[in-house]
């Protein structure tokens, strides 16, 4: 059973736009929401996080929307650079994340100069 | 380079050989946490530990055998493993304190199982 659903699997955005990656999930007892990027040959580095009082959460070029009546999350990505270029996971943990994660399929992102 | 030290880097083992995988953390975090990573799959969690306890274990195979001898750090035995446990193994560390729980990983070792 896949409690976390991401889309796309993959994403092309020109330099400077903006790249949007959504994210589902089926458990309600879920209550930490965080994103996380991934280089290769590298751990995932958290990026921005979000719990579902919070409908919007912004950090320098990344912006998490959270809606939580359809339990459905969002990545905005502005300005993106080439250096954004990386594979995206959301995931979702209860208990503010101690009980562990569950991860999305992810999303390989592509900056195009 | 990140907080969450993991040592080796590179595993190559054979299916009869027993070898441990080592994680180290100096955040004073008490939660540790071990993952599973396919290649262009999610990482998958194995283990939980909180405050140097077992807390989570997600029906993993007894052939991993995880231990965590103190609060800095966090062992994965490997015994008898197979072709199929190929992947990187991943750990990861939160303050396992009440409140947000973000989870920092390290770079993981890539474990090659002949």
């Known amino acids: 059973q896949q409690q976390v659903k991401q889309s796309p699997q993959s994403l092309i955005v020109q330099k400077g736009g903006i790249s949007i990656i959504n994210c589902a999930y089926e458990?309600?007892?879920?209550?930490?929401f965080p994103w996380y990027q991934q280089f290769p040959g590298k751990g995932p580095a958290l990026l921005i996080a979000i719990r579902p009082d919070v409908s919007e959460k912004k950090e320098g070029r990344f912006t998490i929307s959270f809606n939580k009546s359809a339990k459905q999350f969002s990545l905005h990505i502005m300005d993106s650079q080439p250096g954004d270029s990386a594979t995206y996971f959301c995931?979702?943990?209860?208990?503010?994340?101690?009980?562990?994660?569950?991860f999305g399929k992810g999303t390989h992102l592509i900056i195009q100069p | 380079d990140t907080e969450v030290t993991q040592t080796p880097k590179h595993l190559v083992m054979g299916m009869t050989n027993k070898k441990s995988l080592k994680c180290e953390q100096h955040m004073g975090h008490r939660a540790m946490y071990w993952y599973k990573q396919k290649a262009k799959k999610p990482p998958e969690l194995m283990f939980v530990y909180s405050y140097e306890k077992l807390s989570i274990n997600e029906s993993v195979p007894s052939r991993f055998s995880p231990e965590c001898p103190n609060s800095s750090l966090l062992n994965l035995h490997l015994h008898a493993l197979q072709p199929e446990d190929s992947a990187l193994y991943l750990c990861?560390?939160?303050?396992?304190?009440?409140?947000?729980?973000?989870?920092?990983f390290g770079d993981g070792t890539r474990l090659s199982i002949l």
């Open positions: 990861a560390s939160s303050q396992g304190s009440r409140g947000l729980q973000p989870q920092h």
């Open positions: 458990n309600t007892a879920f209550d930490y």
């Open positions: 995931a979702a943990s209860m208990r503010g994340g101690a009980d562990g994660l569950t």
